[in-house]
C-alpha cells in the first residue's frame, strides 16, 4: 500500500465519514434507487462490507448492476455489461418505483428546510432566477415513493435555509402558499413516508414529528458548530449520540477500492 | 435512405417540434449538429435531459421553447447556454416547459398509446405542478384518490438512434434503452440514426432487440459515431473527459462559438467531425468486447 494512504489511516476527511456513515444505513438485500456522486460511493462501500447482497438500481433503466469502474454518469455504459436487467424508463418509473418496490432512495440538493423539502429547481424566484439548477430529473418521484429516503448533503447555513425558494421534492409538510402555515405530509396521500434521515459532513440528522433533529455528532464537532450551520433554530436530541470513527479496513475498501482516483472524496 | 443533411432538411422545419431522445446513451450529436449548421430556428425542443447537444442548439439560437426535465451537464454541473438564456435579466430568453422525468415519461407514454393523457401518482407537495399549468389532477374513478396527470405530447420528429438497423429502419437497441420506444411511437415523423447498417435477416434472426420497428420510420441515416460525446453500447465510450472540459468551454459565449466554429460550422458532415477529433482518441474510445450467447428462436 501507499505509504500516504497508510499513513492517513488514523485521519479521516468528513466526506469520507459522510460517506461511510450514509452506508450503514443501508442493510443487506435492500433495494436501493442509487444516485451518483457520494450516495454511489455509499452503495457501493456497503456491498464492500456488510451489505454484499444490496441491490442497486439507477434511473436510467439498469437493474442489479455490478459495475467495473466507477460510473460517472447515472448511464454509465459500465451500468449495463454485468447486470441483471436493463428496462427502459417507463418501467423504472412504474413497475419499480411507483409500484412501491424501491425500499431505499437517495436524494441532495442545492436548498433544505426543516421538513426535508429539497429544491433542485432555481435559486430566487421561479420565473427570475438568479440561478437556474438542472431540475427534477427523478428527485420528485424519488421523494414520492421510496420507503426509506436518505438525504446526503454537506450543511451550510446558504443550503439548510428556513424556506426552499422552489419545493422539487416533498419532504414533510408542505407550502401551499407563500405566506401559509405548511401543511403535514399526510393530507396529501403521498405513498411513501418521507425523509427518513440526513447524512452530513458534520453529523446525522432524523425527522421527529416532520421536523429535522440532531441526534449525532462526527468526532470534535459539536452541536453549536452544526447549528451555525442551519438557517433557523435547530431542535436538537435530548441525548446526542458520537458517530464512531470509521474502521482502518473500512477506510483502506473506500479508499483503495470504491474510490480510488478520488472522484468524489476531494 | 438519407444523408443527415437530407433527413434534417426533410424533416425539421423552422417551428418545429423536435425531439432527439436517448437517455444519456445513444444521443444523436451529430443530428444536432447537422440542425446547427442548416440554422433552422424557433424549434420548440423536447428532451428529457437536454444534456450538451441541446445547450449546443441552445446557443446556437435555434431553440424558443424546451420541454425537460433534467437540465444538466451530467456528472460534471450546469448547462451555460440554457442558464443564460434562463436566469434573470437574460437577453433572448427562451421558454421552458418543465417536468420531472416521470411526468415527461409519461406524455411520451399517453402520445404513444394514442391516449390523451396519463396519469401518475405523483406532484402532491410539490412546486412543479404550481409551475406548470399542463400538470392537471383527476380523481381515480375506482378508489376516489387524486392522480396527477399530464397531456399526450407528439413532436413533428423524433430522432432515435440505435446500433444496428437495416435499410428499411428496424432499429436494434441494446444497453440503456431511454425513452426511444415511446418517443418513437408519439412522432408525426420518424429519423432513424445507426451506427451499422445490417441485412433484414440479421434483424429477423434476432426480433426482440428491434426497438422501433420500420413500418413507423420515415427516414434512414447510416451515420457511424453519431452520438460521440456520448456513448453507443459495444461500439464507442462516452467521452467523459469532453463533459469535464464542456464545462470550461461553455461558461463563456467567446470560448463556446470558437467551439461551434470549429467543430460543428466548419465541418461538412460526421465523418470530418470524426477525422477531426483525431485516431488517438477514436481508438481509446472503441469499446472492448463483451459478447453474450445468442438464443434458440426455434419452435
Known amino acids: 500500500m501507499d505509504s500516504k494512504v497508510k499513513k492517513a489511516l488514523n485521519t479521516y476527511t468528513s466526506t469520507e465519514l459522510m460517506v461511510v456513515r450514509a452506508s450503514q444505513e443501508l442493510a443487506n438485500s435492500e433495494i436501493v434507487f442509487v444516485g451518483i456522486g457520494l450516495p454511489n460511493l455509499a452503495c457501493v462501500l456497503a456491498r464492500e462490507t456488510h451489505a454484499p447482497n444490496l441491490?442497486?438500481?439507477?434511473?436510467?433503466?439498469?437493474?442489479?448492476?455490478?459495475?467495473?469502474?466507477?460510473?460517472?454518469?447515472?448511464?454509465?455504459?459500465?451500468?449495463?455489461?454485468?447486470?441483471?436487467?436493463?428496462?427502459?424508463?417507463?418501467?423504472?418509473?412504474?413497475?419499480?418505483?411507483?409500484?412501491?418496490?424501491?425500499?431505499?432512495?437517495?436524494?441532495?440538493?442545492?436548498?433544505?428546510?426543516?421538513?426535508?423539502?429539497?429544491?433542485?429547481?432555481?435559486?430566487?424566484?421561479?420565473?427570475?432566477?438568479?440561478?437556474?439548477?438542472?431540475?427534477?430529473?427523478?428527485?420528485?418521484?424519488?421523494?414520492?415513493?421510496?420507503?426509506k429516503l436518505l438525504?446526503?448533503?454537506?450543511?451550510?447555513?446558504?443550503?439548510?435555509?428556513?424556506?426552499?425558494?422552489?419545493?422539487?421534492?416533498?419532504?414533510?409538510?408542505?407550502?401551499?402558499?407563500?405566506?401559509?402555515?405548511?401543511?403535514?405530509?399526510?393530507?396529501?396521500?403521498?405513498?411513501?413516508?418521507?425523509?427518513t434521515k440526513v447524512v452530513t459532513d458534520l453529523g446525522v440528522l432524523e425527522f421527529i414529528d416532520g421536523e429535522m433533529t440532531l441526534t449525532e455528532i462526527y468526532p470534535n464537532v459539536t452541536a453549536e458548530d452544526v447549528k451555525s450551520s442551519v438557517s433557523w433554530d435547530l431542535c436538537v436530541a435530548a441525548e446526542l449520540r458520537t458517530t464512531p470513527s470509521p474502521s482502518e479496513e473500512t477506510l483502506k475498501k473506500l479508499r483503495l477500492e470504491v474510490d480510488p482516483d478520488r472522484l468524489y472524496l476531494n | 435512405m438519407v444523408s443527415m443533411k437530407e433527413a434534417i432538411a426533410e424533416c425539421v422545419k423552422p417551428g418545429s417540434s423536435i425531439n432527439i431522445e436517448g437517455f444519456t446513451h445513444l444521443i444523436c450529436f451529430a443530428a444536432g449538429h447537422e440542425i446547427i449548421r442548416q440554422e433552422i430556428k424557433d424549434l420548440k425542443a423536447i428532451r428529457l435531459t437536454p444534456d450538451l447537444v441541446y445547450d449546443q442548439l441552445i446557443e446556437a439560437g435555434c431553440v424558443s421553447e424546451l420541454t425537460f426535465s433534467w437540465a444538466g451537464n451530467p456528472g460534471v454541473g450546469s448547462l451555460h447556454a440554457l442558464r443564460r438564456k434562463t436566469q434573470a435579466n437574460s437577453k433572448d430568453r427562451i421558454k421552458l416547459i418543465e417536468y420531472s422525468h416521470f411526468g415527461l415519461v409519461a406524455r411520451f407514454l399517453a402520445g404513444s398509446s394514442g391516449l390523451p393523457f396519463w396519469p401518475l401518482n405523483n406532484y402532491r407537495a410539490s412546486d412543479i405542478a404550481a409551475h406548470n399549468s399542463e400538470i392537471k389532477t383527476i380523481s381515480c374513478p375506482y378508489t376516489g384518490a387524486e392522480l396527477a396527470t399530464v397531456p399526450a405530447i407528439h413532436p413533428d420528429v423524433t430522432i432515435v438512434h440505435c446500433q444496428r438497423a437495416d435499410k428499411f429502419g428496424n432499429a436494434q437497441v441494446w444497453g440503456l434503452l431511454g425513452t426511444?420506444?415511446?418517443a418513437a411511437f408519439s412522432a408525426k415523423k420518424v429519423i432513424v440514426v445507426t451506427e451499422d447498417i445490417v441485412d433484414t435477416s440479421l434483424i429477423r434472426s434476432d426480433p426482440n432487440r428491434t426497438l422501433v420497428p420500420g413500418v413507423i420510420v420515415d427516414f434512414v441515416v447510416h451515420e457511424p459515431w453519431g452520438c460521440h460525446p456520448s456513448y453507443a453500447q459495444g461500439f464507442y465510450d462516452r467521452d467523459n473527459q469532453f463533459y469535464v472540459n464542456w464545462d470550461q468551454i461553455s461558461r463563456s459565449s467567446e470560448t463556446y462559438a470558437d467551439y461551434l466554429n470549429e467543430f460543428v460550422y466548419s465541418v461538412r458532415d460526421r465523418k470530418e467531425y470524426i477525422k477531426k477529433l483525431g485516431e488517438p482518441l477514436v481508438q481509446k474510445l472503441l469499446a472492448k468486447a463483451k459478447m453474450c450467447e445468442g438464443v434458440n428462436y426455434g419452435f
Open chain 1, 55 to 147: 441491490f442497486m438500481i439507477y434511473e436510467s433503466g439498469a437493474i442489479g448492476t455490478t459495475p467495473e469502474r466507477l460510473p460517472i454518469s447515472i448511464g454509465d455504459p459500465c451500468l449495463v455489461t454485468g447486470s441483471l436487467s436493463i428496462v427502459s424508463q417507463a418501467d423504472i418509473f412504474q413497475t419499480y418505483l411507483q409500484s412501491g418496490r424501491i425500499e431505499v432512495g437517495f436524494l441532495g440538493g442545492a436548498q433544505i428546510d426543516r421538513w426535508g423539502n429539497i429544491n433542485t429547481t432555481v435559486i430566487g424566484d421561479y420565473e427570475n432566477p438568479s440561478i437556474r439548477l438542472p431540475g427534477s430529473g427523478g428527485a420528485c418521484e424519488i421523494a414520492a415513493h421510496s420507503r
Open chain 1, 151 to 195: 438525504i446526503v448533503m454537506k450543511m451550510s447555513a446558504k443550503t439548510f435555509v428556513d424556506r426552499c425558494d422552489y419545493i422539487t421534492s416533498p419532504g414533510h409538510k408542505y407550502y401551499p402558499n407563500k405566506d401559509s402555515e405548511p401543511r403535514s405530509r399526510s393530507e396529501f396521500n403521498l405513498p411513501g413516508p418521507g425523509p
Open chain 2, 180 to 182: 426511444q420506444k415511446e
